[in-house]
């Protein structure tokens, strides 16, 4: 199992198949286009978990910083393909992503989840997260 930055633009590219699984809306292009200029401008990071060359479970973060708390590890995205879950892999892929965010000297990981999906908030309670807050959200559009 390897655990590492999504860098390259072909790497970038073939990891479009899994994240549409978490974002079916998105398209391949804006897509292709989204994650580089993220990387540039915003500090996103893709981090993908692989085995035996396949790609398993993908996560996208970013370190960001609040008045109150400090700096803390977001993680924005994170899914792993549906044939290889309750494997191991998403809870290799957050461990990863929990040490990342120790040495980057976060206080704390963060993670928003739709309301809808119960399963995915099942599993980040089994590994330790707890739910401490209510997002909320406006359409500017």
């Given at each position: ?14 990891s479009f198949e899994l994240m549409s699984k978490l974002r079916p809306r998105l398209s391949r292009e804006d897509y292709l286009a ?25 996560a996208g973060i970013r370190v960001g910083e609040w008045l109150h708390t400090g700096r803390y590890l977001e993680v924005e995205d ?64």
């Open positions: 199992m390897q655990i590492g930055f999504v860098e390259d633009p072909a790497a970038i590219a073939r989204a994650v580089p200029r993220l990387m540039a401008d915003g500090g996103y990071r893709l981090v993908a978990l692989e085995e035996d060359g396949i790609l398993r479970a993908l994170l899914v792993t393909a549906e044939a290889e879950r309750s494997r191991g892999y998403g809870a290799a892929l957050l461990r990863w992503i929990a040490e990342h965010g120790r040495r980057q000297g976060c206080r704390q990981l963060r993670l928003v989840s739709g309301v809808q999906r119960a399963d995915a908030h099942r599993f980040y309670e089994r590994e330790g997260m707890k739910h401490e807050a209510r997002y909320f959200s406006m359409d500017l559009a």
